[in-house]
C-alpha cells in the first residue's frame, strides 16, 4: 500500500483531499501544527478527522510562526469581518501567513522522505482562494521541482515525489459535492478564523465567507453552527 | 541599509556568511533553530556570533525534527566516524536530516516577508558539502524560483527575492581565509556533530573531519579544542 503524507488543517478543503487519497488506495499519514493560531479548535477537528478517516499516523508538529509576526491569525490584530476594509497594503489579505504553506509542505516533505513516501496531498485551491501567493498552481509546481532535487529520491533519480493538490481547479461547492461523494462527514470540520468560545463559527470572516457561499451554491446547508444563525 | 536574513547555525561557514553579508553593506538579521539536535553547543555559538556580529535582532525558532526520525543528528543513533562504514543506504551520510535545509529557508522566508527583507543568506557549499543533496547549486536555485512565487513580492511582482550562497564554490580552505579576512574569530565557531560535555570537539565525525582539512589546506590552526588535541 503506497504511502500519503497529507497536511491536515481540520477544515473543509483538507478533509476532502484526505477522503480524495483514500480513496486513491493511499495509506494516509496526517500532519498537523501547532503554529501560535489564536485557537485550537482546528487541531480539534483535525484529531477527529484523522480518526474518521482511519489514518495510520497523525503527527502535530509544533512550531511557532508568532516569533515573526505579521498575520491577523496569530497575531494580536483583528480578523477582518465582511464589509471590513482589508487593512493590508495589497490585495493579499492580513490573514496571510508569510510563508505558510511553504512551512508546512517543508515538514511534509521531512515527513515523507522519513517514511519512504513519494506523494504529498494539499488542499489548495486556485479560485476560491482568499488571494494567497501561495495557493496557485505555479507555486505548487515550482515547490514539486525544488522538492526533488532537495530529497535523497532526487539525487539518486530513483523516485520522484508529487505534490497532489487534487482541489486546484475546484469551487468551494465543487469541492463539497465531491467530499459528500466520498462520505465526508462536514458537521466534523472547523473553517472559522475566529470562532466563539463555544466552537460556533462567526459567519463573518474570509473562511466562513467562503464556506456557506460554498453550501448555498451547492444547493446544502453548512452542518456546523454559527453564531449569527 | 538593506536587510538580510541569515540562517546562522554557529558553525565555520554560516559565521562566515554573517561576516560576507555584513561586509556587503546588509543590516543582519539572524535566525537559528533548536530542532531537536543532540547539543545545545551550537546555539550557544550562535549567540555569541551573533553578538559578536552586530545583527540587529537573532530569532532562535523551535522546531520538532525528531517527530519524524530519520537521522543520527536529531535521534538516538551513533553519529559515525572516520574509519566507519557509512550505515546508510546509500551514498546520503545517516547524519544528514531530511529536509533540513528547506525547512530552514522556510523559515528564513517568513522571516524575510515579515521585516520586508528580499534577500536570505545561506552557508551551503557544493564542494566540502559531506553529500547532503540540499547542498547542490541546483537546489538552491529551484528554492529561488517557488520562493519568488511563494510571497506577497512575487504576486505584485515588484521586488525580486534572492536565496544568497555565497560559499557554494568554495572549499573549506577557501572559506576560512574568506573569513580571516573579513575578521572572523573562528574560535567562537562550533562545527563537531558530537561535541564532548566539555564543549571539546570529537575530530572524527565528518564535520570535524571537514573543518580540520580546511585549516590544514588553508596552512592554519583550528584554534577550537578538540578531545584529541
Redesign the interface.
Known amino acids: 500500500m503506497k504511502k500519503a503524507v497529507i497536511l491536515l488543517s481540520g477544515g473543509l478543503d483538507s478533509t476532502t483531499v484526505a477522503a480524495i487519497a483514500k480513496d486513491q488506495g493511499f495509506e494516509i499519514y496526517a500532519l498537523s501544527f501547532r503554529y501560535g493560531q489564536r485557537h485550537d479548535q482546528e487541531l480539534d477537528a483535525a484529531a477527529r478527522i484523522a480518526q474518521l478517516t482511519g489514518v495510520k499516523r497523525h ?1 502535530i ?5 508568532r ?4 498575520s491577523a491569525l496569530t497575531d494580536d490584530i483583528s480578523v477582518p469581518k465582511t464589509g471590513d476594509t482589508n487593512n493590508s497594503e ?1 490585495d ?1 489579505p492580513i490573514t ?8 508546512f ?3 511534509a ?3 515523507a ?3 519512504d513516501s513519494q506523494d504529498i496531498f494539499i488542499g489548495v485551491n486556485a479560485l476560491d482562494y482568499s488571494g494567497y ?2 495557493c ?1 498552481p ?2 505548487i509546481t ?2 514539486e ?3 526533488n ?4 529520491a ?3 533519480g530513483t523516485q520522484k515525489l508529487t505534490i497532489h493538490s487534487p482541489l486546484m481547479e475546484l469551487n468551494k461547492a465543487g469541492i463539497i459535492k465531491r467530499g459528500l461523494e466520498l462520505g465526508v462527514d462536514y458537521s466534523m470540520t472547523t473553517s472559522c478564523y475566529d470562532p466563539a468560545e463555544s466552537g460556533a463559527s462567526c459567519g463573518q470572516c474570509d473562511a466562513c465567507t467562503l464556506r456557506l457561499k460554498g453550501f448555498k451554491e451547492a444547493g446544502l446547508t453548512d452542518p456546523i453552527p454559527y453564531i449569527t444563525s
Open positions: 503527527v508538529s509544533e512550531i511557532d510562526l516569533a515573526f509576526g505579521g495589497s493579499i496571510y501567513v508569510p510563508a505558510r504553506n511553504t512551512i509542505l517543508s515538514f516533505l521531512a515527513f522522505e522519513t517514511i501567493p501561495d496557485r505555479d507555486y515550482a515547490y521541482t525544488m522538492a532535487l532537495a530529497t535523497r532526487g539525487v539518486e
